[in-house]
């Protein structure tokens, strides 16, 4: 990105970015919500445009429908009739007959490479409304994965699931990652899960960003110019909370593993 501004509903979200992802990286894009992270993937995406300046992918400009982005979204809205793990990922392939997905036998290889690197073949024949949370994930994430992408883009993937699913989602991408050799940009609302994957966080706030590895880029003064406002960062039995200066820290830490109860744009769980 190169001076990117993106403007959503008439507001500002980023303002004159300018940032370097280098290939094989797992970054992980952090801020509360209202940041632009969600922005940031559509952007990368091709399917909303800067308002100034430029973003390229892979060298070359941004567009829609690039086979080289894999995307993972937030939910996927059910399928109007029962269908099996493999089905689910097969319907992202795009042919239908009859309302079903209609694959060739290369189609059918694909699908099957990716449900092996995901370790999802012993869901491929149960029915996807019998699934868990952690599984359906799991089965998204083998539906990014169709095509080889070399950059994937997960936005906020760990909504609604408890830390150890959590956990094995973070620790299965970075696995897939290291595999394949590809870049991912991570969206999340809390840094801690993300830790033993990073490379480098992209930490969002106040219209800028900040890039760099986890202690340079989440401390108090970097992230307090990011707001113009004061921000600490508390460091607890390894975890991370990161909180505005009058917040109460003793209520933040209490309302959950890892979690800040106030997500206003002052106050952030790392």
């Known amino acids: 990105m190169r001076q990117a501004s993106m403007v959503v509903g008439g507001r500002t979200v980023l303002d004159r970015i300018d940032l370097d992802i280098q290939a094989g990286e797992f970054v992980g894009v952090l801020g509360p919500n209202g940041a632009g992270k969600t922005t940031l993937m559509r952007a990368v995406l091709g399917l909303l445009a800067p308002q100034a300046g430029r973003i390229e992918v892979l060298g070359a400009a941004v567009h829609r429908g690039n086979p080289a982005v894999g995307y993972m979204p937030q939910t996927r809205s059910q399928a109007p009739f029962p269908l099996s793990g493999r089905s689910f990922v097969a319907a992202a392939l795009g042919g239908q007959r009859w309302g079903l997905p209609w694959t060739t036998a290369t189609d059918r290889q694909e699908v099957e490479r990716v449900l092996e690197l995901v370790d999802a073949k012993t869901l491929a024949d149960r029915p996807l409304d019998r699934l868990s949370g952690g599984e359906r994930q799991r089965l998204?994430?083998?539906?990014?994965?169709?095509?080889?992408?070399?950059?994937?883009?997960?936005?906020?993937?760990?909504?609604?699931?408890?830390?150890?699913?959590?956990?094995?989602?973070?620790?299965?991408?970075?696995?897939?990652?290291?595999?394949?050799?590809?870049?991912?940009?991570?969206?999340?609302?809390?840094?801690?899960?993300?830790?033993?994957?990073?490379?480098?966080?992209?930490?969002?706030?106040?219209?800028?960003?900040?890039?760099?590895?986890?202690?340079?880029?989440?401390?108090?003064?970097?992230?307090?110019?990011?707001?113009?406002?004061?921000?600490?960062?508390l460091h607890v039995r390894g975890r991370i909370f990161v909180m505005s200066a009058a917040h109460d820290v003793e209520r933040g830490m209490h309302c959950g593993p890892g979690h800040v109860c106030d997500h206003s744009p002052a106050v952030a769980s790392a």
């Open 140 to 233: 998204l994430l083998a539906q990014a994965l169709l095509g080889r992408p070399r950059l994937l883009l997960l936005d906020e993937p760990l909504i609604s699931l408890d830390p150890p699913r959590a956990d094995a989602v973070v620790a299965l991408v970075r696995r897939v990652q290291q595999a394949l050799g590809i870049t991912v940009l991570f969206s999340a609302h809390e840094l801690n899960p993300l830790l033993p994957a990073l490379d480098r966080v992209l930490y969002l706030g106040g219209g800028g960003a900040r890039l760099g590895p986890v202690d340079e880029v989440i401390t108090g003064p970097v992230l307090s110019a990011l707001y113009g406002a004061p921000i600490e960062v």
